[in-house]
């Protein structure tokens, strides 16, 4: 076989050493999303990336700041979500389950009627998870006292203790007012309608510290750390939760313009810490601009920063699956 560049200018397609890549065949699951508010063309793109599984948080009550949010406001999503599950799992490719649970960026007025119901929903087949909820630094219009927060919080641990499930843990710290101005037009809110931070100033060590409160809450409620998922990680909570508890970390990878974190931070921590408890969701919700896309093309990134495809399928398909117990 020639060797020789037959053209009369090089065009420099020398093959490199080494196998080339194996074809891509992808499987994942994204265990955080906001799928209500998201369009069919959304869920399409999923059934042809590789998708087998999401969970949808079964909330948007926050988005609504024009009036207090009420109890039966959070449990007619709750209901909306799962009626709206049913019908997405008889039109498309991947199995659509939920979380249920009371998030705390918005203050909801009579939260004990929802944990008082709580347990008939997390008894349903088709919730698999508590949330998304943990304490929040900042609110839409009206803030949430911390001393109530923590209340909802706890119980809402004790509850899926309870009923043997994980939690996904929200935690702040995000670029809520301060986003780049750059950037303002692809979230709807901008920086508008947000209260003053409770706690922290809204840099990482505001997330840290809520990492600390919540995880003494789910001691206090005799959730197991394998029953925990501290969600919306970046670098700050990394060394803590991987290096001192079993929890499981996930990093939201969804709008990387508004949190900053992308597949190199993951890399980072699956190097450090290996990836037996890492996940990457992608947060996608309506009102913000995200990528559909954007866990098939993590992984990508992932195997192009070095990942085994062993350890980029655990992150994105074993974890979430083990995490969740998806029969998919």
Request: aromatic residues 8%; glycine residues 6%; hydrophobic residues 40%.
């Amino acid at each position: 076989m020639a060797t020789d560049d037959p053209t009369a200018r090089s065009i420099g397609i020398a093959p490199e050493a080494g196998d080339p890549p194996a074809p891509l065949d992808l499987r994942w699951i994204d265990p955080h999303q906001h799928t209500q508010s998201l369009t069919w063309n959304d869920r399409e793109r999923f059934d042809l990336s590789g998708c087998r599984a999401t969970v949808m948080i079964a909330a948007g009550y926050y988005w609504a700041p024009y009036r207090p949010v009420a109890a039966r406001d959070v449990r007619f999503l709750w209901d909306d979500a799962l009626r709206r599950a049913r019908a997405f799992d008889h039109r498309h490719h991947y199995a659509q389950r939920v979380a249920v649970g009371v998030h705390t960026w918005a203050n909801v007025e009579d939260a004990d009627e929802l944990l008082a119901v709580m347990p008939d929903y997390l008894a349903d087949e088709r919730v698999v998870a508590v949330g998304e909820t943990g304490l929040e630094a900042s609110h839409h219009t009206e803030a949430w006292p911390l001393a109530e927060q923590r209340e909802v919080v706890r119980e809402q641990f004790r509850l899926a203790a309870t009923a043997d499930l994980p939690v996904l843990v929200h935690t702040p710290g995000s670029s809520k007012g301060g986003l780049n101005p750059r950037d303002a037009h692809a979230y709807e809110e901008g920086d508008r309608n947000f209260t003053d931070p409770l706690f922290g100033d809204g840099s990482a060590g505001t997330k840290r510290e809520a990492v600390e409160e919540d995880l003494t809450l789910a001691a206090e409620a005799g959730l197991p750390d394998k029953r925990v998922v501290i969600d919306h990680a970046d670098g700050s909570v990394v060394d803590r939760v991987l290096g001192e508890t079993d929890c499981w970390l996930s990093f939201s990878v969804g709008a990387s313009w508004l949190r900053g974190i992308d597949a190199q931070d993951v890399a980072v921590a699956v190097e450090e810490y290996g990836p037996d408890r890492v996940m990457v969701d992608s947060d996608l919700i309506g009102a913000m601009r995200t990528d559909p896309f954007v866990i098939p093309r993590t992984a990508v990134d992932l195997l192009r920063l070095g990942l085994s495809r062993d350890e980029v399928e655990q992150v994105v398909y074993e974890n979430p699956k083990a995490v969740f117990d998806l029969d998919v």
